[in-house]
């Protein structure tokens, strides 16, 4: 079935979801993380960006937070880029572990690989994978003029998030080594854990993030910038990766109820997808037992509503000025 929508349509449909869904309470921020624990859990935005490089941006939507756990996919479509989708998928895999995202016994029992590179362990051997092997600097280079590509605008770290995470960590150092038992590990161990580290300790806005989540819709070109940032045929792989495990043990759940793929980060950020049409990020830092976002999540999900989209609803979905 053939649908169009309007600007205007998708414009008011952001602008009531937002409305709706401002004053809903419930969850609490990350408190295991220090920095994050210390962010206003009032602050909210929600942000849609379009083919064409239409942006509908309301709320806090320059406001800076960690990206933590969202940026699990822009490095996965680096060494999707670097590598190649077979080379992925043989040394990290592709599937879902039906566990939460810092699990150790997910490791124990498929000791052949991490799963897939949007949990804890597959990111960091996804680190370890990132060219040029040995080089921290240029690793580090690599990933942050990627997330730039993808954005549409320059990131850097919050120093502050950094130091908190880099000094809680123990549980990603006993999946780093871990991993390493398993010969899953593909640089140095410290090296990989710390720029994985790092890289969740990038700050990012609901707008930074709907320009990137619109750029893997796009099939790679940024409708921002422009530019292609990556191959057109890796977009279905990194959208499916996305489908299996954005929302951990609750993916299935958020898939059912909201019909659009999706990845959280316990700094209150959600990356949403939807092929062809649109990306849409939300943020609010109260999260929900599984780490995701409480208040993100139901504004997603009010947008998907009203427009009646859905991945799987099987319309031809045409946006029109």
């Not at 969740?200 to 609901?206: E, L, N, Q």
Request: net charge negative; glycine share 8%.
């Amino acid at each position: 079935m053939d649908k169009t929508l309007t600007h205007a349509q998708i414009e008011a449909a952001v602008k009531e979801a937002y409305q709706e869904c401002k004053d809903i309470t419930g969850g609490k921020n990350a408190d295991y993380i220090p920095f994050l624990a210390n962010i206003d859990p009032n602050l909210f935005g929600l942000s849609v960006t379009l083919p064409d490089g239409t942006t509908f941006n309301i709320g806090d939507t320059d406001y800076k937070f960690g990206i933590e756990s969202v940026s699990k996919v822009l490095t996965a479509i680096l060494i999707l880029k670097q590598h190649g989708a077979e080379a992925v998928l043989k040394q990290i895999g592709a599937d879902a572990t039906g566990l939460p995202f810092n699990s150790i016994f997910a490791i124990l029992l498929e000791n052949d690989h991490p799963s897939t590179p949007l949990v804890n362990a597959g990111a960091i051997t996804a680190c370890s994978m990132v060219n040029p092997k040995g080089d921290s600097w240029g690793k580090w280079e690599a990933i942050i003029n990627n997330i730039t590509a993808l954005c549409g605008s320059e990131s850097e770290v919050i120093d502050e998030l950094y130091k908190s995470e880099s000094e809680t960590n123990f549980n990603n150092r006993a999946i780093s080594w871990l991993l390493k038992n398993y010969n899953r590990i593909y640089d140095d161990v410290d090296m990989s854990l710390d720029l994985y580290t790092r890289q969740c300790s990038v700050g990012i806005t609901a707008s930074q993030l709907s320009i990137c989540a619109a750029t893997i819709a796009n099939r790679g070109f940024n409708p921002v910038t422009k530019t292609q940032v990556f191959d057109p045929q890796l977009a279905p792989k990194i959208t499916t990766l996305i489908s299996s495990v954005g929302f951990y043990q609750n993916t299935g759940d958020w898939l059912y109820t909201s019909g659009i793929p999706a990845k959280s980060g316990v700094g209150g950020g959600v990356l949403g997808v939807l092929p062809g049409v649109m990306g849409i990020a939300a943020f609010a830092p109260p999260l929900d037992p599984a780490g995701n976002s409480v208040k993100a999540q139901a504004a997603i999900k009010a947008v998907m509503k009203k427009l009646d989209l859905g991945v799987f609803n099987g319309d031809r979905v045409t946006v029109t000025a």
